[in-house]
């Protein structure tokens, strides 16, 4: 198995009908023999504990999708699926820090506490702002537990999209810090899409307003004006637009990203949203049904308050592909001083 150089981050790649295909988005040096290994074991075992964390509650889309997809593949007699919030402030974010250093020691943090408490056997990353960072965390170098980032899977599909209609166009939607770092255009460049069919767009604040309401006036006021700026920077209006959601929270909003695209008179072609197709290698068709049923248990630990009308809000939208997600958030565990972080601003 090749990881290449600073290749850490497990690189989507599917279970087939004919047989297993690794799946590595996001992998740790230290953790590589072990990866090669054991991966295949995984999904042996009777019993698997996984972690989902975000800089926020973007990542429950995945999780709710992985609680429903475990379920009825049946591969595993019982599943415990823990998200991890590694936001470190209410009043603060990893996009508000003023140093990419800031935010890989706080996230090495969260990440340090989340193996000591949860124990998972896999980490899945479910936040671009937080994957762009993960070659470089240290405990990302040390572990040898597998850690995915979703960054490769959003390029691949994105790059798969281009190439397959050579006149369309993509717009990269993202937060601060994911368009920054600018690793989805870089991996795109490298795939062969040339840089003049690529528009990165950052969308400040965006983040914030979808977790309070993903249907609501402000949110849709907000989308449309990200939508506007990078639409004024596309050469040829005209053509097909494929617009990349490189933020787990955005397809919450997808309904509005869509109208957003249609009163601007603009020809989408698609959402590109990795959230779903990054997960494929959950549920191998060659380990379904191993168990007559699959116990599932879901739990939400986070070390900031989730506001009521936050949880209502996403809990709404979750309900709908897993009731046993939207649960956990009701229900989340409120832990403060869960990891450290304000010593590390220093």
Known sequence: MRCGRRRKAIRAEAWASAGLLLFLCGLSRAGAARMEADWPNLFTRDKVTIAVTDSGLGGLS???????????ARSFRSVDLVF???????????????????????????LRRLAAEVKPDLILVACNTLSVLLDDVPFVRETNI?????????????????????????????????????????????????????????????????????????????????VAEAAERLADPTAPVYAALFCTHFGY????????????????????NPNSRWIDFLDPPERKNRFRRSRLRTRVISMVEIPAGVRTSLGEWLEKISPETAAALRKYRLAPGLFEWASLLK
């Open 253 to 272: 909003a997808a309904e509005l990203w869509e109208r957003a695209f249609a009163s601007r008179g603009l020809r989408l072609a698609g959402l590109v």
């Open 62 to 72: 995945v999780m709710a999708e992985a609680a429903a997809r475990l379920r009825a």
């Open 146 to 226: 597998p850690i995915a980032g979703i960054i490769e899977a959003g390029a691949a599909q994105m790059a798969e999209a281009l190439k397959a209609e050579p006149r369309a166009v993509g717009l990269l939607f993202g937060t601060k810090t994911t368009i920054a770092e600018g690793v989805h255009l870089q991996k795109l460049i490298a795939s062969g899409i040339d840089a003049s069919r690529l528009t990165p767009q950052p969308c400040p604040n965006l983040v914030g307003r979808i977790e309070e309401d993903w249907r609501g006036k402000e949110t849709e006021r907000l989308i449309s004006s990200f």
């Open 84 to 110: 991890w919030n590694s936001l470190f402030s209410n009043d603060s974010g990893y996009n508000s820090l003023e140093t990419r250093r800031q935010r890989i020691l706080v996230f090495d943090s969260s």
